[in-house]
């Protein structure tokens, strides 16, 4: 998709219908599409544009090749009472994590917690709508995601992790959920070719080229060159934990064994997807979206201008009230897609 500034819009719904047809189009079966088409309208209806229809392309570029596999009927092995794993069969990460939903509920309600690792899946979508839905069930929910490798560890000049983003969520009493959804990596492989879109340089520091020299070129950074891990080390640290939660834990692939081979075009990274969700009352903590509430307030009151997803909050209201932006050619470009 292109980045026009929108000059029309459309309500979620029929964003939602359009972009099913798409994936139908392109050969997913009819529940991936469902899950697909909700997932990514929900992104582009909450201003995550780096992960909302601009990502279609590359579905439809993986679907094409042979990459992925759109009608691919995951295997949900439930070892023990906590602990789920799921064999996505190189399908997509949300349509395995929603075939395992009953077995997440039955492990939370009988153990108090769930661990979901998904492996041999393609996860191309932001985070939050993994997690989110367990939080508005009073469920805590955290989730790791590797990817492909496009980022260097601290003082290397070679990629070996993916963004590897992570995401919680929590109930907030009298509130919408607490939402976090970042990248390891110092911006989202999304955001970098946004950019490379608008031709407009990143800050300082986010990634290296293909030499492995400092650049602030988004396009030398796509061009086999690579971004940096936020935080220096730290951030370092935090990606290789989620390379071994993600990667190495559910048996999926670790970000730099991802190979298109022939499948030339494709973008959606094979990899895997390690999910806890937590029943916080089986603690004993009855009060925890009391005390979810109160830090929040005290974030605030601390100077914090806004709490993690309240900015996506109100782009959701607004696109309720008023539709979804959208562009002109990029609505022409959908419909051409979906046939």
């Known amino acids: 998709m292109t980045t026009q500034q929108a000059d029309g819009r459309i309500n979620f719904d029929d964003l939602r219908s359009l972009l099913r047809n798409i994936f139908l189009n392109h050969g997913t079966s009819s529940i991936v599409a469902d899950i697909l088409a909700a997932n990514c309208a929900g992104c582009e209806r909450d201003g995550a544009i780096s992960h909302g229809i601009f990502r279609i392309p590359g579905y ?13 009927e995951p295997d949900v092995d439930r070892t023990s009472p906590s602990f789920i794993r799921i064999d996505a069969r190189n399908g997509f ?18 153990a108090g917690i769930a661990i979901i690792a998904i492996r041999n899946s393609h996860h191309f979508s932001a985070l939050w709508p993994d997690v989110e839905p367990f939080a508005r069930d009073g469920l805590l929910a955290l989730t790791f995601v590797n990817g492909l490798a496009n980022v260097v560890p601290h003082g290397g000049h070679t990629a070996v992790y993916g963004t590897n983003p992570i995401a919680f969520a929590t109930p907030v009493a009298d509130a919408e959920p607490l939402v976090v959804d970042q990248a390891t990596s110092v911006m989202a492989n999304g955001e970098v070719r946004l950019h490379a879109l608008a031709n407009s340089p990143l800050p300082p520091g986010t990634g290296l080229d293909s030499a492995g020299r400092p650049s602030t070129d988004p396009h030398a950074i796509l061009a086999g060159g690579a971004l940096n891990t936020f935080g220096g080390y730290k951030g370092s640290s935090i990606a290789l934990m989620v390379e071994l939660m993600a990667g190495a834990l559910t048996g999926g692939q670790l970000s730099f064994e991802n190979d298109f081979g022939e499948c030339v075009g494709a973008q959606t990274p094979k990899a895997g997807q390690l999910l806890m969700v937590i029943d916080p009352t089986r603690g004993g903590n009855a009060g925890f979206a009391q005390r979810v509430s109160l830090l929040c307030s005290r974030l605030i009151d601390a100077g914090q201008d806004r709490l993690p997803g309240q900015r996506r909050y109100a782009s959701r209201l607004n696109a309720q009230r008023l539709g979804i932006p959208i562009s002109q050619d990029n609505l022409f470009q959908l419909r051409t897609l979906a046939g």
């Open 60 to 72: 439809v570029a993986s679907l094409a090749t042979g990459w992925v596999d759109g009608k691919a």
């Open 93 to 110: 990460a949300q349509p395995a994590l929603a075939a395992g939903a009953e077995a997440v509920r039955t492990a939370v309600e009988s």
